[in-house]
């Protein structure tokens, strides 16, 4: 799950199962331009102090205590990205749905599959473009950027995939996902023969699938909380 | 996941950890009405020979091996439904999919939570019924009239959940669930007031949106391989 | 088309001719699971006592006396159906009303056409599963899976009829009729092609758009109304 | 109902009961801005020659011969409108369907009701103006002219009826009336109630209901065949 | 722009540059048939008495007064048209404005350019029956029955283009231009392509899309203010 | 119209009056992760050789020559924004249309009102996140994220402007502006009156709604013609 909040301070070695997560709004979430802001609901935020004082979610949950597992996942996290992505704290209000969350997500994601890494990102992308998810476009947006290395694509997928100079393959991959995204009733063998045709397996098919599905899944419980992304992922692979 | 195929046979003795799943297209499905249809695709069947010749989806998968963990699973699946539900075997071309699934699924629709099973069912026909999806309906339409020992909630929820006459709490939960699931750019606080002053917490609210995204993305995984339901849910609970 | 009103007047033992509808709300739809509803409006009911005590509609709308060509249809329903279908009850308010709906339901639904029976019931259910009505997806499905004798067709047409298997002709028919129904504005000379490339007549065609007009006519006074089915219907020919 | 059909059989000066139809494509549907047009399917027409030498529609059926009342009827039409609707030639094919029809319209737009007669054009023209129907929004535009005396209601009717000035009361009617088209498996009690408080009864809420129903399945069967509406229709009440 | 009031009075001649827009509702708006309507806002009217006293908007803003070049235009809309557009009037409360909008306007629909005058007015009116714009239907619609020397080509723009007989080339014109109007960020090369092989230079979809673009535009301006077309229009060119 | 190319030369002091628009797609938009494009039609280029060697849309269409108000213009974009913004390019094979889109555009955008320039930009960039333009999106995010030093805002407005924390002034603002965009003919008096009573007068009105109205016809001729932005927009105000 590539994401990062900035300067997430590591957890302190004597509490390896505690998380700690800011409770103050972050500054660029007020919005110079945009006026005050009534604070939504009750805000959840998670554990103590610390430097991204971010507020997660509008729902008031309180954090439990990591499993050393997640521990070990929100350390390599830190390790990796510099901070740990708000999805993550959002969820570790209780430990059996946040380690069924991640375990979908890692093999969804991160294991083989015949769609690149930057491919599944790109279905990511559009599908939460679609969607209007505000979490999902700005933490997996920073995600294409960074692994097409290239400033654009990711504001395309963002913005209108169909702008996108996109190989058929692709494209097809794209058309495909918006589609069961849109209008999961009209999807038919056709469909599928269009994904065959453009070179796509059936396992292939799956994987589409199953990000595109993934996401519709991660795109509803990010607007149903009011989900915020860690204000790290704005500035990433701008240049 | 509570479903189940016509008299699928109990896996033998000897091969703990391999499911067999029939090959031919079900009775039913061919339709004695409703003309004879071309094969789509390659229609993945899983497993051997069988009782229940059911084909799963359109896509051409072979089973893997089950895990100990998953044959045990499998196994319970059979005592206690009868069968083996086909979004089950559909996932059982890869152990780390099917793992992850059942783990998100049971969490969601078993583990304690303020709202009923026949709650989360519920939302799950709901949201199912929004986006149209047969393999959804049927399996949870049946679960729906078990669980409320009652033959028509199932087709309420179903063909139009704004028909039912339920208490405002559900009807609530209901309307949320199925903004979501059409709008869900358009879910803002006073939506979440909504389910508050319904006397739903904020973890109720969670549960609700984790309830509504997976159905969300399981409707788009079914529909996106033709996921067909075993034949038996058709016929229970009907009186 | 099998389907009753307040304050109906009490059939007079003299009169074979006049029918008795029940007024207590029928068991299955108070939902043991679905919590206890309010009334809606007045809610319609009609006759006296009876076994069948159902509430018809939300209108309250007193039964006129039904004219002998009516009581002696109401006594035919009785006899086949072993009941008088609520549709038919809602409308015997009054006579010139109902007999003009009981003739071109009639005509269209029973009469000589290039299209069987089960065909017109399917464009009704498809047509109604698009407008999600109620009242009219748990009449005609069942007359699906009657006419078919196949419990799942009935499903499939109520659910998403792009989910069955049907010969390139019924495709069409239903692709057509629910395009009719979706986006009638939409309709062109291509359209009719289509559909007499699939081996139907003008003739047919017509049929074919008369019966989904209809079905758009009679969800929506359903919907309007709050007409409720006839409890019989869900348990019929489920397996 | 003020509104003809290819080899509608030439009338014998010894039988009254048959209607002439001609069939050139009149004048102003050629369109001398708008190109030529190629002819879509067969065009039905019917009849011999006549002043009036319309297609009716694109669907090739034969003029059944009158029946008596039938024949009366086109004759009072033509008496009264100076023409026979188009419609009504378009059901000519087949007696027991033009009947049935001719039976439903005139006790919906005709018979005694709660509304008056304009207030049941006015939901015509607003529900075919959802329905974007070329014929009904020429025929049923002019009728809200001629009966309104007022050249410009019926232009707000077919282009955007909430442009209107219209009192609360009738716009309610038209609100439910659209609403019931455009989403009829939202509509629920709290509409109904908008209608109440309005000032309507529940026969009134019916007959609301019934008529926007009819002019749901009339804009289909109107579209599904290509139906034209009588030149004679665009000219009349403009100043 | 073709547009014009009721006897508006030619300015008087020691005003030259100030309009005088009447204020009292016209006539034909109150609808006999439609009850009487409570004013909406303010009501913008625009100038001193006069024998036109139209409301023009829905907005209070009060006329500037016209340079010399808008009196200009404006005496020669009243010369020609015998009355000033509305739209020009509710654009008079700011010069800068209304030259821009005039000078966009004139070059637009006036210019040389390979589309016609007429097919002009028919993207403007097919684009503004999608958006159901009142004034614009009213003001275009003249507009091309004008131009065309044809009563019903403007009633089948207003009402359903697709119901027009056009040549290939219009058909594909209207469809790039509701398309574009409808889902713009579904245009691609491929929608160009189809404009191409119908004969359209690159400099005539450039035209296409400025025009339809432009009525997108001017629709919503409209619809915001409750702008309303001049009286004169509706009984222009009906036979 | 705050707009910038990469480092697009100055034009040569002895052709004042021409502007060199460089002909090779850029780098960016090949996308290293997203394949190979296609050239997508002829690709109007503009001019001669040059640094940004930008495609500006998929028409050929050869730029005019600047008049020298246009030159004067164009020199302007170059000092303050290093480049001209590619949608005067595009503008510039026809001096006219460009004077009356950039005398519209600075009007709108520039002059005195009761918006500041930021609420204009913001409602830019929600009307065109509706209208998913590309073009749009990426110049006038930029815009937002400078006038309103806030590297979020502009992603805020082009996802999801619900998202945002606003002032209750500014949501109605942008309430009104995306029903405006998205369903005109359902704004009535109650919309005026929503804004009326967040503080906007009615010439507060009628900008929001020119504002709003101006982008639904840009993001259509963008979409059209396959509008591209100029590159140096993605990297502005990231930080």
Known sequence: ?????????????????????????????????????????????????????????????????????????????????????????????????????????????LAPSGLSKLEREMIAVAVSSHNRCYYCLVAHGAAVRGLADDPVLGELMAMNYRAARLDPRQRAMLDFAVKLTAQPWEIEESDRNVLREAGFTDRDIWDIAAVAGFFNMSNRIASATDMRPNPAYHGQKRQ
Do not use: W
Request: proline share 12%; charged share 20%; net charge negative.
């Open 1 to 109: 799950m590539p994401h990062k909040p900035v300067k997430s301070p590591p957890p302190s070695p004597h509490t390896p199962a505690s998380v700690t997560f800011p409770r103050k709004r972050e500054k660029e979430e007020l919005g110079k331009g945009a006026g005050t802001p009534g604070t939504p609901g009750g805000a959840t935020t998670a554990g103590a102090a610390g430097d991204d004082e971010t507020v997660i979610t509008a729902l008031e949950l309180a954090s439990a205590e990591l499993t050393p597992a997640m521990q070990a996942y929100f350390d390599k996290c830190t390790e990796k990205l510099g901070f740990v992505p708000n999805v993550l704290k959002a969820y570790a209000f209780d430990m059996p749905k946040l380690e069924a969350f991640v375990a979908m997500y890692n093999d969804l994601m």
